[in-house]
């Protein structure tokens, strides 16, 4: 089973070498449907694509570049398609020539059309699984120019203030200090926090509330 995560198209772009516009060509084909699509796709981030979508766009972008016919492709499409709750660490394909095998056994007999040897390719879904999964440990890495912003977002917390980089809404931080939590209180209950973070998020908080701006040095603990 894959975690419950959801990726915006240039997300998916990144994470798959996959351009947006060629996403998109596969949606309107139906050939690679999102699994959250909105059904009106005019709409800001009407494409998100789960873990599950990612990995196999990863392995599906693998195949075309080793010049795997679209038919074929089609076929690892409904794979991934009918087999969401597998264990694909432990799965593999056997490409022979254009064309995708999933059992060792029919790639043996098609490698070896009236007797003659055709070599076998095997791709191991395991490498892309964790290829993926290193990926997107990568993009909760935070920028420096993510450091004290804030964002709203209607995919991160239902469009509540957070800190930018970050789930962490900027009420809670707020509701933390005027609890009596210092900087290093805050940061302890959230590791991902830095004290720029929890400035500008009483500030905007202060802000919301129509209050004059807390100065620096009345801020930290």
């Not at 309107?28 to 005019?42: E, H, V, Y």
């Not at 264990?87 to 007797?115: C, I, S, Y």
């Not at 973070?197 to 807390?214: K, L, N, T």
Request: charged residues 25%; hydrophobic residues 40%; proline residues 6%.
């Amino acid at each position: 089973m894959f975690p419950l995560i959801a990726f915006t198209t240039d997300t998916v772009s990144r994470l798959t070498g996959l351009s947006v516009p060629q996403l998109h060509r596969w949606d309107r084909t139906r050939f690679f449907i999102p699994t959250f699509a909105d059904p009106q796709r005019r709409r800001p981030h009407s494409r998100i694509y789960s873990y599950a979508d990612v990995v196999g766009l990863r392995t599906i972008a693998m195949l075309r570049r080793q010049g795997v016919s679209f038919p074929e492709l089609k076929k690892v499409r409904g794979f991934f398609e009918s087999n969401t709750n597998e264990d694909w660490a432990n799965r593999r394909f056997f490409v022979v020539g254009r064309r995708v095998f999933f059992t060792h056994e029919d790639a043996v007999l098609a490698a070896k059309p009236l007797g003659q040897r055709v070599d076998r390719e095997i791709i191991d879904l395991g490498p892309i699984v964790s290829d993926v999964e290193g990926a997107v440990r990568q993009l909760t890495q935070r920028t420096p120019d993510q450091i004290g912003v804030v964002i709203q977002d209607r995919l991160i917390m239902g469009g509540a203030p957070t800190i930018a980089g970050t789930r962490i809404p900027t009420a809670t931080i707020d509701e933390f200090h005027r609890s009596g939590y210092g900087d290093q209180d805050i940061i302890r209950e959230f590791p991902r926090l830095e004290p720029a973070d929890i400035r500008v998020a009483i500030d905007h908080e202060r802000r919301q509330r129509g209050e004059a701006r807390v100065p620096t040095a009345a801020v930290g603990g």
